[in-house]
């Protein structure tokens, strides 16, 4: 009687969330897929494979990218911080949110840093009141008659 096959190994939610690390820290270090497909020696569709978790990443890799990321192996493996937190890491998966970091970082200026905040501040008003308003008329429109 012949031996079936093993099945190939298939990825875990551990190799999901080993690529999503990879992909936020990739990105908050300012590197496209292609450039650190490039200093690994390999394709930059691997990468994509390794951030998506369709493929595993083997220790020595992980060790690789890791280096080059100037982070520890065990960063990769860290508990995910509470979603619903007001800071830390799950802030900076929104979009745009490390290049307003970045951009925030280069000012030299004091004043002109507290300028920004101010500003930011205030948009972020502005689009809380248009979010509630735009609920507020939503809830009017649907308590009309024949709506």
């Given at each position: 009687?012949?031996?079936?096959?093993?099945?190939?190994?298939?990825?875990?939610?551990?190799?999901?969330?080993?690529?999503?690390?990879?992909?936020?820290?990739?990105?908050?270090?300012?590197?496209?897929?292609?450039?650190?497909?490039?200093?690994?020696?390999?394709?930059?569709?691997?990468?994509?494979?390794?951030?998506?978790?369709?493929?595993?990443?083997?220790?020595?890799?992980?060790?690789?990218?890791?280096?080059r990321l100037g982070v520890p192996?065990?960063?990769?493996?860290?508990?995910?911080?509470?979603?619903?937190?007001?800071?830390?890491?799950?802030?900076?998966?929104?979009?745009?949110?490390?290049?307003?970091?970045?951009?925030?970082?280069?000012?030299?200026?004091?004043?002109?840093?507290?300028?920004?905040?101010?500003?930011?501040?205030?948009?972020?008003?502005?689009?809380?009141?248009?979010?509630?308003?735009?609920?507020?008329?939503?809830?009017?429109?649907?308590?009309?008659p024949g709506a």
């Amino acid at each position: 009687m012949a031996k079936p096959s093993p099945k190939p190994k298939q990825t875990t939610a551990i190799d999901h969330g080993v690529g999503s690390r990879i992909a936020f820290l990739r990105a908050a270090n300012g590197l496209s897929q292609s450039a650190l497909a490039s200093a690994l020696g390999v394709s930059f569709q691997q990468v994509q494979k390794y951030e998506t978790g369709k493929n595993r990443v083997g220790a020595g890799r992980l060790q690789a990218i890791a280096e080059r990321l100037g982070v520890p192996v065990s960063s990769f493996f860290d508990p995910e911080p509470e979603s619903t937190t007001e800071n830390g890491p799950s802030l900076l998966r929104i979009s745009g949110a490390v290049e307003l970091l970045r951009a925030y970082n280069q000012i030299a200026d004091d004043q002109m840093r507290r300028d920004v905040l101010s500003l930011v501040k205030s948009a972020a008003r502005i689009g809380q009141g248009r979010t509630a308003a735009a609920a507020e008329q939503v809830a009017v429109r649907d308590a009309l008659p024949g709506a």
